[in-house]
Each structure stands twice: as structure tokens, then as C-alpha cells.
């Protein structure tokens, strides 16, 4: 046993060399003394940060999200999905990963010195980075019922397709679909805002585990930032190695998790929106590569294609 375990921990070793050496995103990647790098055991795209890299399996059935998709959806069943979703679920699944990953978060002040600004609502975005990143910055923020995560609507047909409707989660209309649809799915987001709620966004889009550099943003959270005047608060799910009684409590080649809530960003309606998005999203990179202990990172913070 002691030689298989001695056998894998080489393999990942070399995978780590290749990879890393090979991968032009982590050759310059420099962060700060202390910060913790998980070892790279995939071949991370280079040039798409938006690609995605796993292949679910779509073997659910879902209604069509089309004009006629419920975005709000006010029925008693769902309301009650919900609700046992964030009291029960989520409170029972942050247990879990604090078991399993030693999660932690720190930042908790900022929640508190800006409650005046985030009466009405706010919008926290982080890296894309594990399967539980969502359910991490949930636990981290405390989150309520009252959230709604817009999502890629494929992932409905998966088998997390009753978690995803538990968090509140929106499909997202595909483009086929046409603008009614998307004219549905905004007006969805029109009234949440009126109700107060709070949205959480991906801005990174796809998943990509345990990977350090931050990608590009999309505009998306931004540009519903200044169209509804709300907070963007920026997290960032950043890793420790797993050592001590975590070796024998969660997998061996995943690291630990700990989630760093940053100081809310507020966007300046007074300016014009196309340069305010902007602004927003490139403080927000900043950020956020800072709160993960980079001091070079790899990508920009817009797209280079956009």
C-alpha cells in the first residue's frame, strides 16, 4: 500500500512538471510567500478562458427554457424547494465541506460595515474553481432564500439538476431561443430586484477545478450592477495544502478551500454605463487576484475577443 501511495503521489508529481511547464498561463504566474498553488493535473486550456473541460451527463428531463419558461416561479412547491434548500441543505452541505476541505472564510467585517448599502440587495461574484464553489460562497455570506443564481441552463438536465433549483438557480435562455426569451429571463431579474434579492455570478463562466490564475470576466454581472444600482462584492475561493487530520478526511489530491469575501464595490450610476461596466470589472480583477495572493497574473481581466 505504502508503494502505491509512494507510486501516485510521483505520477502527480510529474503530471505537475509537465503541465506547469508546458502551460504558458502558469510559466509567469508569480503570487505572494506563503500562498498556496494546488499542483496542476489537468491541461488547462491556454487561449479560451470560457472552454469548458468536463463533460456532464445530460440525463434529466427539464421543461424548455424558452418565453414561456417560469423564471419567476412563486408556487408553493417551489418556494418550499427553496426555502429546505438554504435552511436545511446548504447548512447541512457546509458542515460537510468544512469536514472534507477544512472550509473557512474570512472578510465577514465588509458584510457588516456596508449592511446600509446592501439593504437593497447585492451581487457577489467569485472564480469558478471546484464543484462546490457555489455552495462555499453561500455558506461564507450566509446567504438566504431570497438568492437567485443565473445559470447555464444544460446543467438542468444533469444529476444536480434539484440542487441547482434548491439555490435558487435560473436557467438561462439560449440564443436559438430567441429575444423573447431573453426578454423573459430579464424581466425575471427585473422583478428579483424589486423584491430585494440577492443574485450570485460566475463571471468566469466555466468550471475549472482547483485552478489558481484568475480568467477574464464576462460583463454580464457588472452591466446588472449598474443597471439595478447594486453592490458587487467580491470573493475569492483560495486553497490551502491538505495536511493533518484533513489527509484522512477528504480526497488526497484536493486541496483545502477557504473563501475571502473583499470590500464591496459600488458602482457610480453618474457615469456612462459602457465606461462605469468597465471600470467595475477591472477593479473587481484587480481585486480579486490580490485577495488570492497573485502578484502576476496570467490573463486580463476583459476578454480579449469582446
Given at each position: 500500500m505504502?508503494?502505491?501511495?509512494?507510486?501516485?503521489?510521483?505520477?502527480?508529481?510529474?503530471?505537475?512538471?509537465?503541465?506547469?511547464?508546458?502551460?504558458?498561463?502558469?510559466?509567469?504566474?508569480?503570487?505572494?510567500?506563503?500562498?498556496?498553488?494546488?499542483?496542476?493535473?489537468?491541461?488547462?486550456?491556454?487561449?479560451?478562458?470560457?472552454?469548458?473541460?468536463?463533460?456532464?451527463?445530460?440525463?434529466?428531463?427539464?421543461?424548455?427554457?424558452d418565453a414561456n419558461y417560469p423564471y419567476v416561479d412563486d408556487s408553493f412547491k417551489n418556494k418550499l424547494l427553496i426555502e429546505f434548500g438554504y435552511h436545511i441543505v446548504l447548512r447541512l452541505?457546509?458542515?460537510v465541506l468544512r469536514v472534507k476541505y477544512g472550509l473557512r472564510w474570512t472578510g465577514k467585517e465588509y458584510l457588516r460595515r456596508y449592511k446600509e448599502q446592501l439593504k437593497g440587495g447585492a451581487?457577489?461574484?467569485?472564480?469558478?474553481?471546484?464543484?462546490?464553489?457555489?455552495?462555499?460562497?453561500?455558506s461564507a455570506i450566509y446567504a438566504q432564500s431570497n438568492t437567485r443564481i443565473p445559470m447555464f441552463a444544460p446543467n438542468f438536465k444533469t444529476k444536480d439538476q434539484i440542487f441547482l433549483k434548491m439555490v435558487g438557480g435560473i436557467p438561462i435562455p439560449a440564443p436559438e431561443q430567441g429575444l423573447s426569451a431573453m426578454k423573459a429571463f430579464n424581466a425575471a431579474f427585473d422583478e428579483f430586484h424589486e423584491r430585494g434579492y440577492w443574485f450570485h455570478i460566475f463571471p468566469e463562466a466555466k468550471r475549472w477545478d482547483w485552478y489558481k490564475?484568475?480568467?477574464?470576466?464576462?460583463?454580464?454581472?457588472?452591466?446588472?450592477?449598474?443597471?439595478?444600482?447594486?453592490?458587487?462584492?467580491?470573493?475569492?475561493?483560495?486553497?490551502?495544502?491538505?495536511?493533518?487530520?484533513?489527509?484522512?478526511?477528504?480526497p488526497k489530491n484536493e486541496p483545502l478551500t477557504q473563501v475571502i469575501i473583499g470590500e464591496p464595490i459600488i458602482p457610480d450610476t453618474t457615469q456612462p454605463r459602457a465606461a462605469?461596466?468597465?471600470?467595475?470589472?477591472?477593479?473587481?480583477?484587480?481585486y480579486m487576484c490580490q485577495m488570492a495572493g497573485i502578484t502576476n497574473n496570467t490573463w486580463p481581466a476583459k476578454p480579449e475577443n469582446e
Open positions: 505504502a508503494r502505491q501511495r509512494g507510486y501516485l503521489a510521483h505520477n502527480l508529481c510529474m503530471l505537475h512538471i509537465k503541465y506547469v511547464t508546458m502551460n504558458k498561463r502558469y510559466q509567469d504566474l508569480q503570487v505572494t510567500e506563503g500562498t498556496y498553488v494546488p499542483p496542476v493535473v489537468v491541461d488547462y486550456p491556454e487561449d479560451d478562458p470560457y472552454q469548458g473541460i468536463y463533460k456532464p451527463i445530460y440525463d434529466r428531463d427539464f421543461p424548455e427554457v452541505l457546509m458542515l451581487i457577489t461574484i467569485a472564480n469558478h474553481c471546484y464543484r462546490h464553489d457555489a455552495a462555499s460562497v453561500l490564475p484568475i480568467r477574464p470576466f464576462q460583463k454580464g454581472a457588472f452591466t446588472m450592477a449598474y443597471k439595478y444600482n447594486m453592490p458587487i462584492i467580491p470573493c475569492v475561493v483560495t486553497y490551502r495544502p491538505r495536511t493533518g487530520i484533513y489527509r484522512f478526511l477528504g462605469e461596466v468597465e471600470r467595475m470589472r477591472q477593479q473587481a480583477h484587480q
